[in-house]
């Protein structure tokens, strides 16, 4: 009888144990030098040989082997939002996570393995949950959430690749932003007159801080006699409370002048305390009739009142920043100057949401320098 020829290290081999089969291949090497082996138990052999097949292929292309008696979709999901966001991440961002996982992914790729997720379930998912009622805004939330997932997962070999970094979600139409021209501010700065929340909408056109930002300024960060703040936390709430929490980068941390309206704001702020010596255990400056945090809500609310008393368009506190960031442009700030007025990342974000802004001033000022040559523009 001729001897069975030995398999090739490496190669992997299957054999049966009871009532499974068993895909076997070397891994690598233990640290006490012997080989260190991948098993998976299987119901039939065609199943182990496919098994086989593709520890084999992932050999060959340098992948990591992943566990294959490890985790479901949503096992996976439940473990990374636990152990690696939610003691990584802000509650805020835990919370998004958890929403996305919850709502949009589990119930449609909660049952599957992990590893055998594809590109094509991927896209089926964003069909599905579109056929649902989601926006594009809500499909890329869940494509970030999934390829986030999976990242941490091939890192920990639990999946070889990722699914979700060959698909495609629809593309997301940027609405355009909501600002305001200086006639209208003036008709919504009479509209505020004796409102709780004036001197916190003046100082927003003035400074084009952030809600967070404005309502999470604090006494130790104003300097009256350098007429300036330095703008370093912010207002968040997180579950029933409303917190003072750092901003996230370190270019949303800026030294700020405090000149006109801002100005103005701040002394008002500082008599009104004076004179009704709320207890104020945040230190804030701005403060809400009762002497608490102002809650987003309320000043939006009362911003939409103003707002309808001066019959203006609807809109949050978020466009009286986009109406800042345009003045500052039309008044001759270049887009470096704007960016750091605005805490922003990067000098391309503020370029991306204004740069229409400052096309129209290039403009003018070329009319005017053609009109000093005595050139007649068309």
């Known amino acids: ?82 152990e690696h966001i939610k003691v990584n991440r802000e509650v805020k961002t835990f919370e998004f996570y958890r929403l996305m996982v919850e709502k949009r ?26 056929q649902d009622g989601a926006t594009a805004n809500t499909i890329h939330a869940v494509r970030r959430t999934l390829r986030a997932a999976y990242g941490v997962a091939i890192k920990y070999g639990e999946a070889h690749e990722n699914p979700v970094s060959k698909t495609f979600a629809p593309k997301v139409r940027r609405e355009k932003k909501v600002f305001f021209t200086a006639e209208q501010v003036q008709q919504l700065l009479l509209a505020l007159e004796g409102s709780p929340v004036e001197s916190l909408v003046r100082f927003t056109l003035a400074t084009g801080l952030r809600i967070g930002e404005v309502t999470g300024l604090t006494w130790d960060s104003v300097d ?40 103005e704001a701040v002394l008002k702020e500082r008599n009104r305390l004076e004179v009704e010596r709320y207890e104020n255990d945040l230190n804030l400056v701005f403060l809400n009739p009762w002497g608490r945090p102002f809650d987003p809500k309320y000043v939006n609310d009362r911003l939409h009142e103003a707002l309808e008393r001066a019959q203006l368009p609807r809109t949050g506190m978020h466009s009286l920043r986009h ?27 503020t370029s991306n949401l204004y740069g229409h802004v400052l096309d129209s001033a290039m403009r003018e000022s070329a009319e005017k320098l053609q009109e000093s040559y005595g050139v007649v523009t068309i």
């Not at 992914?105 to 579109?130: N, S």
């Not at 370093?232 to 370190?250: D, N, Y």
């Open 1 to 82: 009888m001729a001897k069975q020829r030995r398999r090739e290290k490496g190669s992997g081999s299957i054999y049966k144990r009871g009532s499974v089969y068993v895909a076997q291949v070397q891994d690598g090497w233990k640290e006490n030098g012997k080989p260190r082996y991948r098993q998976v138990r299987c119901k039939s052999q065609a199943e182990a040989v496919q098994a086989l097949r593709e520890f084999t292929s992932l050999l060959v292309q340098g992948k990591t082997i992943p566990n294959r008696q490890g985790h479901t979709v949503s096992s996976w999901l439940d473990l990374w939002l636990e």
């Open 105 to 130: 992914i589990k119930p449609y790729l909660g049952r599957m393995e992990l590893q055998r997720v594809t590109p094509m379930d991927v896209t089926r998912l964003f069909k599905a949950i579109e």
């Open 224 to 263: 009256l006699n350098q007429k300036s703040i330095l703008v370093h936390s912010q207002l968040q709430r997180v579950g029933t409370k409303l917190i003072l929490k750092p901003l996230k980068t370190e270019k949303s941390i800026r030294t700020m002048p405090l000149v006109g309206h801002s100005l």
């Open 323 to 349: 109406s800042a960031a345009t003045f500052m442009l039309m008044a001759g700030l270049n887009l470096h100057q704007v960016s750091r007025f605005l805490g922003h990342s990067q000098i391309a974000l």
